[in-house]
């Protein structure tokens, strides 16, 4: 059960202190996210001549930004977002010009391009974990910090199609390492000026690690169910795209057909992460992650009925309604279950987990849309997210105690 409130709105989350200049600062450095993947990728196309070796590339680099994630998390914790995020924001522009300067030109080294990438990704700085932390701060009520993730998730949602729009742009008249050192600009000088902001300034880091507890954070029971739903949603999410490609494919359709069709998808998640935003909901979040995930998942099979194009984009805008608010619900529950001096890693797990998910799920359903027909792989994408959900549900439920 659920009841509207009118209070508090999404107004009044950018009316908290210093929340507009702290939160605007910080969609800018994530700006970067949407920006310099996409451009290094074509970068590295066109500097090597190979597909090849820029899907390589663009795998240890995500590789290193994936799963490096937490302990990166581990030192905003430490030593607080001033000092630690920082020093890595820079590096990774850095890197990002060396990665330009040495695409700028055709017949660069694979395995130099490779070494440069791996190292890039692995200064990448959280922060998303880190600006939904700064929010756990300045929010103090409940509903208020639910308006708030919601908004954040929205805006993170809009970063990536934004991004890729830019570089689109920007290529029409210069080398797709413009875009690169576009990535790098925006990383620089939006982290910048988001560690600059009262806000952040006042998030202290944990210290020296406390007695009995290691400086990392090890997933415990209370944050598997937001890690496994974050998974699921992000291998059905990766395993979509590829699908709405081979369903534009088979039916000889234009690649405006899956643009049209994806940002169906980006619309229906931001309409929804809105709408979640503004309920009162009554029942427990860990219900309604399971909920959500499971909500997913049979809308994604049922869109594998769709007879064209229309219908398809009404699918998955509908799926999309559940995309956004089981994230911010996943956060939540991570940003709940964190012991003190936690709280940015368990959102980088979080993270970690979706974007982990991203890409087994495109590397997947490439194999299984060869073999199977269209309609059973959507049913298998959808079916990762239902099974997260029971998953999800298993690891909430309380273990019984023995007489």
């Known amino acids: 059960m659920s009841a509207v409130s009118p209070r508090p709105s999404y107004a009044a989350v950018l009316r908290l202190p210093h929340a507009r200049r702290t939160f605007a600062a910080a969609l800018a450095a994530r700006l970067s996210y949407g920006t310099a993947p996409i451009a290094v990728m074509l970068s590295v196309t066109r ?16 590789a290193t930004v994936v799963f490096l994630s937490p302990y990166r998390a ?9 000092r630690a995020l920082l020093p890595m924001a820079l590096l990774h522009a850095g890197l990002l010009c060396a990665l330009a300067a040495a695409c700028w030109r055709p017949g660069a080294p694979a395995p130099l391009l490779g070494l440069i990438a791996a190292v890039t990704g ?19 009520d409940r509903l ?29 008249f210069a080398p797709p390492a413009a875009g690169v ?85 980006s619309a229906g998640s931001a309409v929804g992460g809105l709408l979640n935003g503004t309920v009162d909901w009554r029942t427990p979040a860990r219900v309604r992650l399971s909920f959500l995930a499971a909500g997913l998942g049979v809308t994604l099979g049922a869109a594998g009925l769709a007879p064209g194009v229309a219908t398809l984009a ?3 805008a509908c799926a999309g309604l ?59 994408a959808g079916g990762v997210s239902v099974g997260a959900a029971v998953c999800a549900g298993l690891f909430a439920a309380p273990t019984p105690t023995r007489a």
């Not at 500097?47 to 995500?62: D, E, K, N, P």
């Not at 415990?220 to 974050?230: F, K, T």
């Not at 979080?350 to 269209?374: C, I, K, Q």
Request: with cysteine; net charge neutral.
């Open 47 to 62: 500097a090597t001549g190979s597909y090849a070796v820029a899907g390589v590339v663009m795998a240890v680099f995500g």
């Open 144 to 172: 208020l910090l639910q308006r708030a993730y919601s908004l954040d998730g929205v805006a993170e949602e809009l970063l990536y199609v934004t991004g890729p729009l830019l570089v689109g742009v920007l290529v029409g």
């Open 181 to 265: 050192l576009l990535g790098a600009l925006l990383m620089g000088v939006g982290t910048q000026a988001f560690v600059i902001s009262p806000a952040v300034r006042s998030v202290r880091g944990s210290g020296a690690v406390r007695k009995g507890r290691g400086a990392s954070l090890t997933p415990g029971r209370e944050l598997w169910p937001p890690i496994v739903v974050a998974g699921g949603v992000g291998l059905s999410l990766s395993a979509v795209d590829l699908l709405v490609v081979a369903f534009a494919g088979q039916r000889q359709l234009g690649d405006d057909t899956v643009a049209w069709v994806l940002a169906a998808l």
């Open 314 to 316: 009404g699918a998955a």
């Open 122 to 140: 692995a200064c990448a700085p959280p922060l998303g974990p880190t600006m939904r932390r700064v929010w756990g701060e300045l929010a103090e």
């Open 322 to 380: 559940f995309v956004a608010p089981a994230l911010t619900t996943a956060y939540l529950i991570a940003d709940d279950a964190a012991p003190a001096g936690f709280r940015t890693q368990a959102g980088a797990w979080v993270n970690t987990s979706v974007n982990a998910g991203s890409s087994a799920g495109a590397a997947t359903m490439g194999v299984l849309v060869e073999r199977l027909p269209l309609g059973v792989c959507f049913v298998v």
């Open 74 to 82: 581990a030192l905003v914790d430490r030593h607080g977002p001033r």
